[in-house]
């Protein structure tokens, strides 16, 4: 079964800070690794999504990269923001159908 | 953009109601999620469907039920409504494939009194 870990559960850091974030899954079969924000009381929003076959994705001051045979992808967010705030989940998923595992995700604070 | 669009943002139902869930997407996706989500417990997927009248159980399916009469609709029924399925609910969609990103509505908070 897959299991999805993500450290550390809460990050603070002030505001201009180059950040990462860590998600770790046990089993390497995947087909892909999708990282997602989530605000509070609201639903996720995709920010990233790496294909197994894919080293890294990059979206403006986001960069995802993933390690396949270690079972760990990170999140590099540069020069973090108040607006970044928010909590950050992965998702590994596999499978026709699309299941997918999802991290408890990451809570993270950028202090103005 | 993709639009996922769940039919209400608060519900408060109570216990032994039947209760539904609405979730409608634009983009023509053949894949349709539910996941419940709870603090500690994170994201579970209660049921999933790939295709119109098909479904699938996810990890957490007891005391759930889904229809997918039409692609673009996947609608979650909580056949007699307890204390302990108090929850966020959240729906997504994907495309057919396996590289395709997963979009979300912006969830439903259901308290069951």
């Known amino acids: 079964k897959q299991e999805v870990t993500q450290i550390p559960a809460a990050l603070s850091v002030p505001e201009g800070e180059n950040l990462v974030l860590n998600c770790s899954f046990t089993d390497s079969a995947i087909y892909n690794l999708q990282w997602f924000r989530q605000d509070p009381g609201k639903g996720l929003t995709s920010l990233l999504l790496i294909q197994s076959s894919q080293r890294e994705q990059t979206s403006g001051r986001l960069n995802a990269s993933l390690d396949k045979s270690s079972g760990r992808s990170t999140l590099y967010i540069a020069a973090s923001q108040p607006g970044d705030s928010a909590t950050y989940l992965c998702a590994v998923r596999r499978g026709i159908a699309g299941k997918s595992t999802f991290g408890d995700g990451t809570t993270l604070t950028v202090k103005p | 953009d993709v639009k996922v669009t769940q039919s209400s943002r608060y519900l408060v139902k109570r216990t032994g109601e039947k209760v539904f869930l609405e979730c409608v997407q634009d983009?023509?996706?053949?894949?349709m999620f539910w996941y419940r989500q709870d603090p500690g417990l994170g994201l579970r997927l209660i049921y999933f469907s790939y295709d119109v009248k098909m479904k699938e159980k996810g990890d957490i399916p007891e005391g759930y039920s889904v229809s997918r009469e039409k692609k673009e609709r996947f609608s979650l029924i909580l056949e007699s409504a307890s204390t302990n399925q108090t929850s966020m609910y959240l729906c997504a969609s994907t495309p057919g494939g396996n590289n395709q990103p997963q979009h979300f509505g912006d969830g439903t908070r259901l308290s069951i009194l």
């Open positions: 983009m023509d996706h053949e894949n």
